[in-house]
């Protein structure tokens, strides 16, 4: 696959951004962070397919890791995972943080791919998804095919477990595993489609994200 039909899938994220901006001023606050994070990997995408395979493309995809955890968590703190505990939700972030500086600057370098804070932070929101689906199906009395939550937890669940195979790779090939091009090669075009797929199911969770509640005051 060539680098502008890559660039030409990635910008499939451009449908629920533009759905987002279109419903921002309609949509549950809750889910705010949702849109931020897509209008964020929007940017990440332009940058990277202008900077192919350079310093700072890696240097932004490190960027871009801490930030796209700490608004998912911050998504599923609004949803009540972790119970609506502020200091709960506080020392989950700080956690995070803390070990992606120790891995970005102290045990790998701000230059190279942070693979392992990949790994964990990816395996940390598929828990989530997962967490948060099955409530959706014990606990919310409502048609799953039109919740939000449902399909961004099945985006978040298809998008990081492709994800995790191709950081696991690149990891095994950094410790001299023998890996074949070929195997790269289809690897790399399975994730580009699996993109486009996830992508698609945010635009359906865009449009499926309920109103703001109207608060009305009795006089």
């Known amino acids: 696959m060539n680098d502008i039909l890559m660039f030409v899938l990635s910008m499939s994220i451009i449908i629920p951004a533009i759905i987002g901006i279109v419903r921002w001023r309609i949509i549950d606050a ?106 959706i199906v014990v606990q919310e009395r409502v048609n799953i095919f039109t919740n939000a939550k449902f399909w961004i937890c099945i985006g978040i669940i298809i998008f990081y477990s492709f994800f995790i195979v191709t950081r696991a790779t690149d990891l095994s090939a950094g410790l001299l595993l023998t890996i074949s091009k070929p195997f790269l090669r289809s690897l790399q075009t399975i994730n580009n489609y699996s993109n486009v797929l996830v992508n698609l199911l945010y635009a359906v969770a865009v449009i499926w994200i309920p109103r703001k509640k109207n608060i009305t005051s009795l006089l």
Do not use: M, Q
């Not at 493309?57 to 119970?83: K, P, Q, V, Y």
């Open 30 to 135: 809750a889910y705010y962070p949702f849109i931020y994070n897509i209008v964020v990997v929007l940017l990440v995408e332009i940058i990277n397919g202008t900077h192919k395979f350079s310093v700072a493309t890696t240097e932004l995809l490190n960027i871009f890791s801490i930030i796209d955890f700490c608004l998912f968590a911050w998504l599923f703190h609004n949803w009540g995972l972790f119970n609506y505990n502020k200091n709960r939700f506080t020392i989950i972030i700080t956690c995070f943080c803390v070990v992606w500086i120790y891995i970005t600057f102290f045990l790998i370098g701000f230059t190279k791919i942070n693979n392992p804070f990949l790994l964990i932070y990816s395996f940390a929101l598929i828990i989530f998804s997962v967490t948060t689906f099955n409530k």
